[in-house]
């Protein structure tokens, strides 16, 4: 059986779960990252070099990074509807998973490590005050591409693009920040939540 190793708070592995959840699969889910399943566990850092969850096991074989499990999940399943085969629609969902990766995760870094985690190295109210401005304007992007589409980032179907930044836009509701109205968003957000999945892993009370 699929085995997946990290955190239920992690943001990744809750993307991790809830893919597996769209696609109906069972998998083994190992609590690490605390008590006796350390990150710096030499065991761990055979699998994952970076000291980072999520992990899957998969017969053997060994993955990380979150979207990349979640693309190989969807793709071992053969389900194009997640991700499809034909090169420019699979690039358009590939183009939104690694803004969310990249310029998304980015923006909100700081004010969610100061904000929410209380982090004692993130508590320079500069930083936090440019964080929040940042993701905001990332989210109003996410805001008029959604009012384009009408429904979800890509068009009108959901695929895996909506599994990574639906988990960001359930952290920015569920962050203590200033937030402006953005009507798309919420409406999105009402969307994913007609699915049983993000009801689970997405806006389960978690951050
Ligand atoms: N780019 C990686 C990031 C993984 C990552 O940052 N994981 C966090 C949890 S969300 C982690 O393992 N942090 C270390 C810790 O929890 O101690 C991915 O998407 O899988």
Sequence with gaps: MLELLGRSSSINVRKVLWVCAELNIACQHVEWGSGDFQLS????????PNGLVPVIRDEGAVLWESNTICRYLAARA???DLLPANPLGRAKVEQWMDWQ???LNTAWRYAFMALVRKSPAHTDQTSIDSSV???NRHMAILDQTLAATGAYVTGPAFSLADVVIGLSVNRWFASPIDRPELPSVA?????LSQRAGFRAHGCNGLP
């Design 78 to 80: 053969a389900r194009e």
């Design 133 to 135: 401005r940042s993701w």
């Design 101 to 103: 990766a990249t310029e």
């Design 187 to 191: 409406a999105y957000f009402e969307r």
């Design 41 to 48: 566990d030499p065991a761990f850092l055979a699998l994952n």
